[in-house]
């Protein structure tokens, strides 16, 4: 028998098949989602245009369809979602122009409609797509399978085709991630762009501190894992080490005996369009209101107090009952050299309570405690490659 190769081509190997495949199953899963969405808001359109009792429904079209489709299980569909399919749908009426009756598969009221949709916009020269900018060269055939749905939500919102032309195209070619699109939009790249004398300069600059979407399937993407079927607790934990922690803080806590009663771990909350996930959630008995506890696996910054009093907020706002005092968040850094424990009162002023929340939670040398056993432990449990 001949030889197979060594040790080392052996790693190579599956080294480049994982990174390959991956790779692979991303697009597939980003490419499916996208089609999805346009798909159902296409849908939505053809009724709103020709169905044949749509005049009974009127304005109460997606409140109710949305209230159909949840009672059937489909995810991601409340009426603010369907709305936004819809839009998707509007922006981009060329996405039909990748969709084929092999892409389709197994739908045959999507082959007749995107059948329909075809005839249309061949037969048309003053549409939507007639009007629209060329694509730069070699982005047309990237254009489904390189941006997700997250990106194409972030690009509907412009209402200038070009400035939204000139996004996609910048997406594609730095491999832009959901984030960093929408850092660029807020930095005014565009406008910068059009005022700038050296624009290639300029490009190069951004794409040398740009973030880039890593090479590996974006699981944590709310839209991704509830279109799969996958529940948050399932897709959360990034990391053998956060895990870790995230179970020794949560024991601690309710040894205590201070009156916390756990309520939730990696707590989803929906704020605004964005969904975010709150490391742990407690009820506390004695002080009748929600302790919102956020780990941060490294050194305090400014975004971390703020990201929990944005969180501590929405739950004022959002999840206070009768007789439930202003919910309390508690950050916990893990940087050994650099332990900072900040409790956000949230605008609790009364004194009175601001005793009773000093003698009932944690103290702050019992919380240092914690972080030094922690700390101990994050020395010897690594995050997963």
Known sequence: MSSTGTFEQLISSIKETNRELTRQAKLAVNTSLTLRNWLI?????????????????????????????????VNTVGRRQLYNYLAFYRTYPEIVRSLSA???GALPAARALIEKVHTASAQSTTGIMATLPPRSAGVADQFISRLSYSHFKELVVLDDSPKRRFYEDRCIEGVWSVRELKRQIASLFYERTALSRNKEALKVQTDAVAE??????AIRDPYVFEFLGLKPAEVMGESELEDALLDK?????????????????????????????????FYHRILKCHV???LKVGTF????????????????DNEITKGDGLPIGILL????????IKYALAGMSNQLFVSKY???????????????????????????P
């Not at 939730?264 to 964005?274: D, M, N, Y």
């Open 301 to 316: 910054t400014h975004e971390h107090i703020g990201q929990l009093n944005t969180y501590v907020s929405w739950y004022a």
């Open 212 to 217: 880039v979407d890593p090479p590996i399937l």
């Open 102 to 104: 092999q892409s389709l």
């Open 292 to 294: 919102l506890v956020e």
């Open 333 to 340: 850094c893990t940087e050994k050299d650099h332990t900072v």
């Open 41 to 73: 808001g296409c849908y939505i359109e053809e009724y709103q245009l020709h169905g044949a009792d749509r005049a009974e429904y009127g304005d109460g079209l997606l409140p109710k369809l949305s209230a159909a489709l949840s009672g059937l299980g």
């Open 358 to 384: 000093q003698v009932a939670l944690p103290t702050e040398d019992e919380m240092r405690r914690l972080l030094g056993k922690m700390n101990g432990y994050s020395d010897r449990v690594r995050p997963i």
């Open 249 to 281: 803080l949560q024991s601690f806590l309710l040894e205590l005996g201070h009156g916390f009663c756990f309520e939730a771990r990696q707590k989803r909350i929906l704020i605004g369009e964005t969904y975010n996930f709150v490391d742990l959630v």
